[in-house]
């Protein structure tokens, strides 16, 4: 009997951390713990993630109407990459605006990634098996391929103050990204990137720290739980591609720190 209360114990100290210390967290639009794209390993920082009530954080991150997705390509039907997945479509040589605003749910205390998931396919084409592309390129009628750098998406992110936003910010400053490789610091103000069938895109989104200047010449400011990050993703108008994204497309992942957890309402995965 001692020897089951000794093992109980020591599951539970697995599954609870410390009130102390630094875990890994992801933030998405809605529902972190019922995203289309979890796995594995997001369910494991789902099951450890919890608040200093012992509540997984991941399951009470209903922030509407603060967090949102939004889009001018136009109604969202299935999607052709990931089945019972509702997605909205931009068409080749057609230009959108995809804008997804999510909270943070923890303080963080290192750079944080921006992962984009995408399905990109050649124009007209419904199966990801078949018909996978890459945004900005094409085949020539006899056969050369070209890539087309002004003819991929580009990205905006900005950071905005939440309820527990550090003193001074008060208006919206845009984010950095470390470019890879290099680690130089590039600003997130319509940066050109490229994607490809329904892979995901990381992009490296630098801490900010209270005082500095980023590379749009800003003052910046750490930031806190309860602050919300907005990304806006463009598809111009020589687009090459069929390019779809949904509500659950962005995610963003870092380390928190533990003790700083900020809850919404109740939610669950599947």
Partial sequence: MRKLILVLIAVAFIATPAFAGNIPEFDAVGCDAANYFNDAIKWSVIINNTDGFLRPINMFSDFYP???????AGQEYPDPCFPQYLSALTDAYNEAVYEW???LQMKPESDINLNIVDCVLKHNEFDIWTGAEQSGRYRA???QLFFVPTANPSVTVEAMPGAFATPGFESAFTMDARTIPGLSAVKLDSALYTTKALWEEGIVMVLPATGETNASGQTVYNLKQGDVINVEVTIPGNNTADIR???DNVILKYIGIVG?????AQCYGG
Avoid: H, L, R
């Fill in 66 to 72: 603060t967090e949102y997705f939004s889009n001018t």
């Fill in 101 to 103: 605003q999510i909270v």
């Fill in 141 to 143: 009628p006899w056969g």
């Fill in 245 to 247: 994204y949904g509500s």
């Fill in 260 to 264: 700083t957890e900020y809850v919404g």
